[in-house]
C-alpha cells in the first residue's frame, strides 16, 4: 500500500487481527463489487420499467448511434434547439452504451447491464482512491454509500450519464489528493465529452483548494486551473463544437430555473422542470438520507474544530471541505446529492484515517472486549437496517414504474402515418417514452422545456397553456401551429380525460398507458379502425416486445 507524505500509519492493533485481516483481504473487496452488480441488475430486471424515463431516451439514442453519427440534426424535436443545432452533451456516455444497446426491439435491456457495470465502478473506484492514499479499512469506507439513504440509491439506477460523472469525479479527487493537475486537465477534457455539466471537477476542485490551504497556507492554484481550462478545451475541441456554446446557455437556464424565486433573471425562468432541481426541507433531507445528514454535521463540526484541524492532515481538510460545498449546492439544487454521498463517504474516511494516526488501542480493547465487540455489531446492524431501507424504498419507486407508455400505440402510428410525420407531444416528458418506440415519428420537444424556450418562446408559452388543468385545448390550433394531425399523450397526465369529457375531441386509439388524439377538428374514431391495442409488430419496426415474456 502507499503511504500518503505526512501521515503516520495507525497501528495494526487497532481492532482485533481478524478484522485486520479480513480488510486487507483481496477476496471482500471482490465480494462487494458483486455485490453491487447483483443489487443493481435485481433491481432494474426486477420491474418492466425503470426509475427514471430519460434513461429510454439514453438507450435509443445508443441503439441508433451507428447509423445516425455524429449529426448536428435531431429530427425528433421539432420545436427545439436540438432541431437543426443538435448537441450530444453526453457524447461519450452513448458511446460506451452502444455494444450493450444492440437489440433494436429493446435496448433498454442492454442498457440496464451497463447500467449494473457503471454503478459497480463507482464503488470499485472509490475503493481504490482510498486504498491508494493509505486510508485504513477502506472496504467499509467503500460500502458506507450503500447506507447513505434511499435518494443516492434511487439515482443510481438511472439510466444517465449522472453516474459516469461520479465515477470521474471519484478519479478527479485521487489526482486532486496527490496533486497532479496535469492528470486533471486530461480527465476535465474527457469529462466535458461525456457529462452534461463540464465544470464540475472545477467546482469540487475549488472548495478542496481552500481546505488545503487552510493547513499548509500554500494555494495550489495549478489544481482548480488545470480542471476548469481542461472543461473548456473539451468544449472547443468536441464533435459538436460550436453547438456546445448552446448546451452551456441551456444550462445557464436550467440552473437559473430552479432557484424559483430567487433566480437572478426573472425573464429566463422556466417551469415544469424535472423535480430532481428543486431543493428540499432539512426534515425531508433528514427522512430521506439520516446517515449522510448525521456524518455532514459531525465532519461540519470537525472541521471548524481548531484541536481537530491540527490532526487532520491537508488533503484529508480538503475533502471535508468539499464534502461540505456538495452539500451546500444540493440544499439548493436536490439533484447533487449524487456527489455529496460519495464525497462524505471519502471525508469520513479520510478524517478518520488522520484523527487515528498512531493511535494504539489495543489497551481499551483488551480491557472491555465484549463491550467493544457489542458496540461493533449494533454499529453493523445499524449500517445493514440503513442499507435495508433504502433498498425498500427503492424497489418501490422501481415496482411503481410503467413499462414503456408508447409500445403498443406504435403499431397504430406505423400504419396510419408516413414516417417523419410529425406527432404533438403536449408534455415534454412525454418525449423519452416516445423517442424509445415510435422513433419512426418526429415529436415537438424532450428531456428539458428550456430547448424550446430558447428555440421559440411563443411555442413554448403555447405548450405550457395547453397542457395547463384549466385550460381548454384548442385541437385545431395546436394542428395548425405545428403541422401535424394527431397528438400522443400518455394517460399518467390526468389532465387530458378531463378534456375528453368536456368534448373537445375523442381519441381514434387508446390502451392503459396512453391515447392518440386526432388535431383537425373534433370527431368520432374511425369505425375502421382497431381502437383497441394491437399486438406488438416484429422486431427492428420500432416496437418492442413484453418483457414479462422474455
Not at 415544469?272 to 426534515?283: A, F, K, W
Not at 471535508?320 to 455529496?340: C, K
Not at 424504498?393 to 410529425?422: I, Q, Y
Request: with cysteine; net charge positive.
Amino acid at each position: 500500500m502507499t503511504e500518503t507524505p505526512g501521515v503516520v500509519a495507525p497501528s495494526e492493533s487497532i481492532l482485533p487481527g481478524w478484522f485486520e485481516r479480513a480488510c486487507r483481504s483481496r477476496f471482500l473487496p471482490w465480494l462487494l463489487f458483486a455485490y453491487v452488480f447483483f443489487m443493481t441488475g435485481r433491481i432494474h430486471f426486477g420491474s418492466e420499467g425503470i426509475a427514471e424515463r430519460d434513461g429510454y431516451y439514453h438507450a435509443r439514442l445508443a441503439n441508433l448511434l451507428p447509423e445516425i453519427g455524429m449529426s448536428r440534426e435531431f429530427r425528433w424535436t421539432q420545436a427545439s434547439l436540438w432541431k437543426e443545432r443538435f448537441c450530444d452533451k453526453e457524447f461519450l456516455f452513448h458511446v460506451l452504451m452502444v455494444p450493450f444497446c444492440r437489440d433494436d426491439a429493446e435496448p433498454i435491456w442492454g442498457a440496464k447491464w451497463f447500467s449494473a457495470l457503471l454503478v459497480t465502478a463507482v464503488f470499485a473506484a472509490l475503493y481504490y482512491v482510498l486504498k491508494a492514499n493509505s486510508v485504513r479499512w477502506p472496504l467499509l469506507f467503500a460500502a458506507l454509500p450503500l447506507c447513505m439513504g434511499e435518494t443516492w440509491l434511487i439515482r443510481m439506477m438511472f439510466i444517465r450519464s449522472h453516474v459516469l460523472s461520479i465515477l470521474l469525479t471519484i478519479a478527479g479527487m485521487h489526482f486532486l489528493i496527490r496533486s497532479r493537475w496535469k492528470a486533471l486537465a486530461v480527465l476535465s477534457f474527457v469529462y466535458s465529452w461525456s457529462y452534461t455539466f463540464p465544470f464540475t471537477l472545477a467546482a469540487t476542485a475549488l472548495p478542496f483548494v481552500a481546505g488545503r490551504y487552510i493547513v499548509e497556507r500554500r494555494l495550489d492554484w495549478k489544481s482548480p486551473a488545470a480542471a476548469f481550462g481542461g472543461a473548456v478545451s473539451g468544449l472547443l475541441i468536441h464533435p459538436y463544437t460550436p453547438y456546445t456554446l448552446d448546451s452551456i446557455m441551456t444550462l445557464a437556464d436550467i440552473l437559473n430555473s430552479g432557484l424559483g424565486r430567487f433566480a437572478p433573471f426573472k425573464s429566463r425562468v422556466v417551469s415544469g422542470l424535472g423535480g430532481e432541481l428543486y431543493s428540499r426541507t432539512m426534515l425531508e433531507f433528514f427522512a430521506s438520507s439520516p446517515l449522510l445528514v448525521l456524518s455532514l454535521i459531525g465532519l461540519f463540526l470537525l472541521g471548524w474544530s481548531i484541536d481537530a484541524r491540527r490532526k487532520i492532515s491537508p488533503e484529508g481538510l480538503g475533502v471535508l471541505y468539499a464534502a461540505i460545498a456538495w452539500v451546500f449546492v444540493t440544499a439548493i439544487y436536490n439533484r447533487f446529492v449524487e456527489y455529496s454521498v460519495p464525497l462524505t463517504a471519502m471525508a469520513v474516511a479520510f478524517v478518520a484515517r488522520d484523527l487515528l494516526a498512531g493511535a494504539d488501542l489495543s489497551a481499551p480493547l483488551a480491557r472491555r472486549p465484549r463491550l467493544y465487540t457489542a458496540s461493533a455489531l449494533l454499529v453493523a446492524l445499524a449500517l445493514a437496517a440503513l442499507h435495508a431501507r433504502g433498498l425498500r424504498e427503492t424497489h418501490k419507486v422501481l415496482d411503481s414504474c410503467d413499462p414503456p407508455r408508447f409500445r403498443k400505440a406504435v403499431a397504430w402510428m406505423n400504419h396510419h402515418l408516413a414516417p417523419g410525420e410529425t406527432v404533438v407531444n403536449l408534455h415534454w416528458d412525454d418525449f423519452p417514452d416516445l423517442f424509445y418506440d415510435c422513433y419512426r415519428q418526429n415529436f415537438l420537444w424532450g428531456l428539458d422545456p428550456c430547448f424550446t424556450y430558447r428555440y421559440d418562446a411563443e411555442k413554448y408559452r403555447l405548450l405550457k397553456k395547453a397542457g395547463s388543468p384549466s385550460e381548454i385545448l384548442d385541437p385545431e390550433k395546436i394542428g395548425e401551429t405545428f403541422n401535424a394531425r394527431y397528438m400522443a399523450i400518455s394517460m399518467k397526465k390526468g389532465v387530458y380525460i378531463g378534456v375528453i369529457v368536456k368534448g373537445r375531441f375523442k381519441p381514434v386509439y387508446e390502451d392503459e398507458y396512453c391515447m392518440i388524439l386526432p388535431l383537425t377538428k373534433p370527431l368520432d374514431p374511425d369505425p375502421t379502425l382497431d381502437n383497441k391495442a394491437p399486438a406488438p409488430p416484429p422486431s427492428g419496426s420500432g416496437a418492442g416486445s413484453d418483457p414479462g415474456k422474455r
